[in-house]
């Protein structure tokens, strides 16, 4: 898969911008400030449904501006597809595909995109809901339906949630509750079906991770995937004295029910806890995957630069992943302002490891930073506007 041409028009800083794409690598040089990170940030939004870099899209419409537009036309097994997505200040998002309106959930079945991003840092040392959404958001370009299953998941979360807060208000013993039940049924079908599928993603993942990790630092730390999973008493509340380094770790298998079963088991022995606090205390929500480094959990005792070093790698393992089993091809692979931060020899073997994917997109604020065989096709950024311009690298 690759994008043939990205326009934008009241995105970030960018009135309009129309950037030309080729096959394999694609480098986007400007000084801080300029706007090529907001170019690759569109293109993430459209296969993720989220920004790298904000949690609020609507930071991504130009100022002063009601709306913002990313187009991008696309190629794969000689197919062209144009994917565009409206992002309203007011109002619900819009998508569309060969001008054709579709759910905006939708938009990641046509397009296929993993970035690494300085931000990506927060996956090792930030708090769980990132590596929630990573995997979220890898099961989705793997599997779409998957998009609704989490929709569905926090829809009823959200609503037994406001009935145990009601409940405490009104002092309603969890006898007395029978509605609760009908949401428990609801949240055990849907978060069973979550929690099996980031088991098998997160057992998929781990050789891609070891291989990505090794070629990348030429070393075996032996990189590792760990469920933290609440409803076998993981909880990543502070106050209540969870020691992730210690998690359980279960092997959930494809048997539906047995992850149902431990489900029920949980709600039913957290059923009074939730009455006090008014919250759902169990299920893929409160979940957390534990990053190993030298059988050590990498959060708080990885190094910057091992830290650095895995999310990389396990953002290169998805992308492994994905073109593992993807029938449109390659992911398009985005590498927003990395190489700044890597040594010449893992600059090296950087550009070693990504050198057979169709696309990658790379931003740099200093050309002398990329790689000689990646500067081929440059593009120069400069506030706001676009100039294209091969490269004299050299």
Known sequence: MRVTHLSLTDFRNYATAEVGLVPGPNLI????????????????????????????????????????????????????????????RTGQNRAQVNRSVIKIRDLPRYFSSVVFAPEDLALVRGDPSGRRKFLDQLLVLRNPRLAAVLSDYDRVLKQRNTLLKSARSSGVRGNQLSTLDIWDDRLVEFGS????????????????????????????????????????GADEDADLGMDKSSASSVNVGPVESTTNE????????????????GITLAGPHRDDLVFML?????????????????ALSLKLASAALLRQD????????ILDD???ELDLDRRARLAAAIGSFEQVLITAAVLEDVPKALVANTIHIHAGQVQSGTANHG
Do not use: C
């Open 29 to 88: 040089v400007g000084r801080n400030g300029q706007g090529k990170t907001n170019l690759v940030e569109a293109l993430g939004f459209l296969s993720t449904l989220s920004s790298h870099r904000v949690s609020n899209d609507k930071a991504m419409i130009r100022a002063g501006r009601d709306a913002g537009i990313i187009r991008a036309r696309l190629e794969y097994n000689g197919r062209d597809i144009l994917a565009e997505v409206q992002l309203n």
């Open 193 to 232: 079906e979550i929690i099996d599928e980031r088991a098998k993603l997160v057992q998929q993942l781990g050789e891609p991770l070891r291989a990505a990790y090794r070629a990348v630092v030429n070393e075996d730390h032996g990189p590792a995937l760990v469920a933290s999973l609440s409803i076998l």
């Open 262 to 277: 431990i489900f029920r088991i949980a709600l039913a022995g957290l059923r009074k806890r939730e009455l006090e606090r």
């Open 294 to 310: 030298n059988s050590l959990p990498a959060k708080g005792y990885a190094s910057h630069g091992e830290s650095w070093s895995f």
């Open 326 to 333: 993807s029938a449109s091809g390659d992911p398009v692979l």
């Open 338 to 340: 990395v190489f700044a």
